[in-house]
């Protein structure tokens, strides 16, 4: 148990944060215009809006009206309109039609935040309360639910602007990209013997421990067989090869699921890819540009990751494999501090794995399940994770728009694998 | 030919009227947020946004395009953007994404709307043009063409908003509905003998001659058997009796593809009926309010009126039926002008055919085909009209949201037989 | 009323025809596999095993139910399993799940179609019955309808058999095509006046009266404004020349609609053409052949029938221009008795209007509509035709599988515009 | 190497193999109608013949294409009509369109089994081939396909006849199910330690080693936490409490893509269970019967085992968990041989794990992917496995009409997590 001193100040640990992350979504949406803000193009992606009343709704539902005396509901339709998932809580508002919300207008879902971040502020700052630490592990989560959806209101951005012939940027801020003619460091295999190894994190609430999410825990064993890692990502250069060589036309190459995707989506190169004029060029927040050909590749489905391993004669890491290489590593990597929201080449040379973090998602051959003796948190928050252990793949590492504070190297994300509109990338493993 | 006396007042009146449609335009956005003009619920439904900018891009393409002396496009994206259907004219951006155009910007389109319209009164004013006799026909043309959309704005905006369970008002003038209590006249059958009559208009290009449609003309000879009409519209008394009494549970009162269509959609009322508490209300761009049993019934599908006329032992009227009885009286109805948004209960009686205009479009049993002799426009705006002519079914009268200078008895509206969401409803008709 | 020679003379002679409409349907079969009997490639076609159970179901549901003493069902399923769409009779088996009933098997259902085929033929025989004049209209109902389902048979067997990569023959004996490299008559126009003339027949019970549809009923007077028609039915040597120039490239000659179906079924040609080795073939009931240029064009939609008369600077004619021509002339056509399951070409010229009947199905360019007075038969036969009197196009003039006794002047054929499994072909029209 | 005595007896019995899975396959067919051989509801079930027909093209491809002396195709279209899913050996036909094939007729196909196996036999006995060494894994692998197709030939043949009202049975053996009455045995959790432990097979081509798939290969080490599982299967009896206390209407229990599919399929009870006046049965191969609710649970998808699991506060065992208790036990079981085609009544008690095998396949919570190490097979016959190691889940233990010889404690099948129509059930596992 906490003792006072230490108790009051994680309080004020944990409200700077709350505060700062309340901040953080608002400066990401400080360059946008109205009519920006409810963008929807698939169902999969949420309008900015609805992002920013969803994670005011996050602390309204599991904290205020928990915690708050004499709580009332901001607005009596809010908790069904900006519900993500959770089943407990009540019925949702049909996911493909957020776009439709015109109302409440942006000036309005703005108002919604400060009155919740205010309400928050002031219940943080009641320290009495008894509950307080019931209540501190239900911020953490907030904070980091939050993060979460920092990433997505970017990804979810970028595809909605796509979809605009105009090809709008999110940010114009010319990010000196010093790199972009620079040579890759050359490839190389690092290797790595069998062991028992311990994968995962103790279940931490972020208040009294580390904060971790429930589908990293338990810590537990597991086995690995020798095998080896690439030391750095694959690059756009080595993905163009592939393609060049035929990798979209050969069967041979694909999971018979991924082909068939491949077949109906007509893919032939990662999304927002496209030619002009002859030349390959990419879309990015900073708007269309000639594709960086010693940048990692990003924007591929699991399928794509798959082929191209394959291609190569090598394969994807599994999820242990990664993390047994991540963790005896320290966290670095641009991340979305860097303010390039696009991954960046290695051209700097290192005895160590590189380009772990804040790059690329890497995608993993594994699929998203329960870790030995994994429980759900209780409550109504024991459906943020579990109920989708199934049919996703895991990626490791976070990416150029992930907040560095928000990752660790048992994070574990989690896609469809056919998805890829988030910073998706790839690093090649293979058996010793 | 006109000669130039008369051609300068018609000249001016063209332009007064040019003028005047582009203002009323403005002016029914006049109450919306930002974040109601990019509202697209189904792909029948475009965003006001884009109703702004097409309208404009029509005096652009047809009209600034060939008449303006060096002409430059305003924007090199926006032939393609806003570009509905006009293949002459090139490819369109896909009609069902349209909301995904958040740039241009509101702000933007409506700098288009400006700069069009000023260019198009330059070249009205710059009476000298040689080939003014030419073009007059084009801005009449548009002028017409932004009037559909007026109404298309109204109906489009009317569904997208009736998507969100907050059901915002469009309009939140209190309409002083004093008849909402008082009877509708008495339902009689006035008969119409058998005769050979005369169907449609000739073609007038709105300079020389009243404007029409191609659609309307060549006139013809048509021979009508005997037939009688109701003498007001369908109430939504006599359609909640309907629903009362099984109508749509019993297949043998509707079309095969109305049943189909009618089981799959679930139907069992009209568009924007709902039950509260047990009792039935509408929603209508004033806001839900309480179903008015005296007013017309309206938002049914073709299907929906074809099953009650059957239920009622009678029919739909043809639309030769339908025009040569409205061609005997004049023009008068709420129409848009009257500022309800919504069709009146007739409370009045009148030994004429009541409710023919402007309250709601009837439904003919007609489906929408070429007249005999009938010839598309030349050139690009050829394509306005004559490649709908199939699958569609004709209404006539116009609606609460029609402008009055839009509508005639000759005015051939048209619609799939499944479409709800124009104002549309139910005048009965049965042999003699 | 009869007379009761008279009468004598009607049930011979339509228990006659009834014997050998029968007698027909099996003959149609004898060259089958059972595999054969069971195929569905789509929910518009059915199995031939389904045909001949529901013709038999038509003659125990309308009439042995009705007038058999004792009736008892042969089959307690059977009532719902070959029910089409008569809901007045009850639920159907879902229609295109009629390739799942591998049971009954054929054997059963020829058992079946026996046994119902004696019954009848007992209870015509049995003439005492009282209630003779009320059963002999559904007798000769129920052959018209029996010689509808055998037109369908075969084209629903073609269809079927497509799919097959074998391409089977459905009939081995070889048509002397003496004409296929004939050549065909010259294009004429011939013209008719405006007139007010009669269209459609006096409802005929069959038994009294020549026997006609429902549909065909009320004659009534109907105003021809002048036009002109084609001497003959455009050949597929006229189509190829259409496709060769670019027809299904070129919107502009499309119906809206029918562009769509185009581009999303990706058509480029009629169906059952295909190219081998460079040269242009077609499948045929007598298997796959070189295409015949002087044949008459068939299996077009009524969107391709209607761009390619856009395309000849010409239109398709009425149902009512079509009848007018028709009806001044008699009977004659190969139809099905000719053997050759496929239409012939014109090579002998002739002053008259020239294959008008038994070679294909001419699209007209009316909708499916009820003629002024319209009634559909009383009782549960009511379901019959009126309930499909939306969306569809008529035909006119019977085909190469229709049986000659089976058609008329006054005949109206139905399908949906984008239907092309029927011997549906091109007559075009114009104005004067 | 195998010397020559060996290698001789070894020939014999693989003969002997071949023969007699060959002679089971038709007899497996030989209460069928013709009419049954076709039959396709879904994409997933394929026609009777198209079975009997590919497990021959297995034969002639695999083999006689490579091995026999002078080979001639039995048919030019069979290798592409027969092609499951080989894109190495060529293009396919569509699937879902088998049941479009009436030919090759049934007969047709018995002739070309029939020649496939003569040749095969000559081939065989022609022991001199130098390349017999190379031959006899294929042979093998053959062998054990047709095994695997026997089973699909079963449950497809089940899917399908359920498609059809009359309900047919497949087998009028009366199987006297003398436990349907009695008991079932006390449920018990069995638990075991952690352990590093065995996972998988050596890769055996069956001739010189014994067979297994690819898939089971590498053998490996994994390590196991400790867990318990249920001695026994869930019975009918336990997951109809699940229904009956509202299993199918809380979100809660249930993974959200199963929630989603339970919804969008209106799953409320396992498939082939339905209400005959107000008592559960479900439809066999021995016919529609009242449920048994002795019997083991099956028919159930992933999603519906994972929810019942987590309703029971247990969860699904992983494979490996699976592995490590059935590899310490005999290989027992109804199995196909029993004659019974549906699971049995665990009425007789034991200290050991019961009903492992030949009863239903077990859902496992383990992801069909790549063991460590995992290679596929050379040659086009390396598309058997690999390729399909994505969003499928594993199922262990054979069922009710899987052939003994086919099963063993580390083969893996595997099936999407929605998939019904296999004899699927559940069995229980729980963290220590």
Known sequence: MLDKV?????IEEITKQFNSVRKLTERLCQELEIEDYNLQAMAETSPIKWHLAHTSWFFETFILKCFEPDFVPYHPEFEYLFNSYYNSVGEQ???PNRHLLSRPTVTEVFKYRENVTNRMMALLESKASGRLLEMLPLVVLGVHHEQQHQELLLTDLKYNFYQNPLLPSYSHKHVQNKSSHSKVVAHKWLEYQPELCVIGKKLGDGVKDEFCFDNESPQHQHYLQGFAVSNRLVTNAEYLEFIEQGGYEQA???LSDGWAVKCQEKWNAPLYWFKRDGAWHYYTLHGPQPLALNEPVTHVSYYEADAFATWKGARLP?????ERVAS???LKGPFLQSGNLNPSAQTQSSD?????YGQVWQWTSSSYSPYPG??????DVGEYNGKFMANQYVLRGGSCVSSQEHIRASYRNFFYPDARWQF???RLAKDL
Chains 1, 2, 3, 4 share one sequence.
């Open 318 to 322: 599994t999820e242990q494999e990664w």
């Open 424 to 426: 998706s990338g790839i």
């Open 328 to 330: 005896s590593q320290s």
């Open 374 to 379: 994994y429980q759900p948190l209780a409550g």
């Open 6 to 10: 230490k108790s009051e100040t994680r």
């Open 352 to 356: 160590e794995v590189m380009q772990l």
């Open 252 to 254: 041979e190459l694909w």
């Open 93 to 95: 508002f049909l996911r």
